[in-house]
């Protein structure tokens, strides 16, 4: 299927992330010693006790309330005139030439936005390295001050009728961000246009050496445990990407209070992912598996959509 955001084919970089055999490695080691089972015992606990704290799977509570909230931004995406297009609904339908309203009215949403999106990213990325205690890490506070002048550094959105319902970036012209017609049009709010931007300026602050990988793979792995999907490499980056998206939108919200409920504001931001057709591909989870990963991460979302659904 298409992506609806991605990196440029020619930027895919894969950050290395930790294997099933390096985890296991000192297993393997013991296994030469078959007959002292205690040993094989012994080796096991070590190689579990090497890894980095993870976090626990969701409960089936924590799952249920999961689900309800997806209810609600999928049904949001029906009642509210300015929710946004489900992916494979972009899809389906005809390019959108550059002077067609829609696509016109979109471009300028986006290219309103980019300041504001750019600063609400560069708080999130603050915000979630210090959530995941990278804080303290002087070489990744070097990378995350590079990586914020990339994002400083993005001047425009160009409108591209190829890109269809893709937005893209291509690292070798970073200061750009490329969106096709079509998903210009399908975005119909501050909010979604506002996760989308971020999403992309996301992927130009890791950059094409992939800087915040500690980062990204922290947040792929907690997506993974929280919710049993494999959420690594190319997948974690997109997720991180979205994450980044919904901190972004969330802070807007917040910051422009309004008559709309907040439940329908925030469903805005990840709804593009309410699709009928559900697939994924090596670099993505399928749209509905996104919004699962994207709400564990961010069980206070979760919250805020049930509680405020009315
Ligand atoms: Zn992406």
């Known amino acids: 299927m298409k992506n609806f955001s ?9 950050p290395p992330g930790r294997t099933f055999a390096s985890s296991f490695a000192p297993l393997r080691l013991c296994g030469r010693n078959l007959f002292l089972t205690f040993l094989i015992l012994i080796c096991f606990s070590v190689s579990l006790a090497q890894k980095p704290a993870r976090a626990h799977a969701m409960s089936a509570e924590a799952k249920a309330l999961l689900e309800d909230a997806i209810g609600v931004v999928c049904t949001q995406a029906k009642l509210d005139p300015k929710s946004s297009i489900a992916i494979d ?30 600063e609400l990213v560069v708080a999130s990325l603050r915000q979630l390295s210090t959530e995941y ?41 970073p200061h750009v961000i490329t969106f096709g017609t079509i998903f210009l049009a399908g975005l119909r709010s501050d909010e979604g246009m506002i996760s989308v931007l971020a999403h992309e300026l996301m992927h130009i602050a890791d950059g094409d050496n992939d800087s915040l990988r500690a980062l990204v793979g922290a947040v792929g792995n907690k997506a993974s445990d929280l919710t049993g999907l494999d959420i690594h490499g190319q997948r974690g980056e997109e997720v991180a990407c979205d994450l980044i998206g919904a ?15 907040i439940a329908r ?30 709400l564990a991460l961010n069980p206070g979302l979760v919250r805020e959509l049930i509680n405020d659904r009315f």
Do not use: W
């Open 6 to 14: 991605h990196k440029g084919a020619e930027a895919h970089r894969k």
């Open 89 to 118: 609904e972009m899809q389906a339908r005809p390019s959108l030439p550059l002077h067609s309203p829609e696509a016109r009215t979109g471009a300028e949403r986006a290219q309103r936005l980019l300041p504001i999106a750019k």
């Open 133 to 173: 205690n990278f804080q303290s890490s002087r070489s990744f506070t070097l990378r995350l001050r590079r990586a914020i002048d990339r994002v400083n550094s993005v001047q425009r959105v160009r409108p591209d009728m190829d890109s269809r319902d893709n937005a893209s970036v291509y690292l070798s012209r």
């Open 247 to 261: 901190m972004a939108a969330r802070a807007y919200i917040v910051s422009t209070p309004g008559y709309e409920s």
């Open 265 to 294: 504001r925030l469903a805005r931001s990840i709804q593009h992912n309410c699709v009928e057709l559900d697939e994924g591909d090596e670099d993505h989870l399928s749209p509905r598996n996104t919004i699962r990963a994207l």
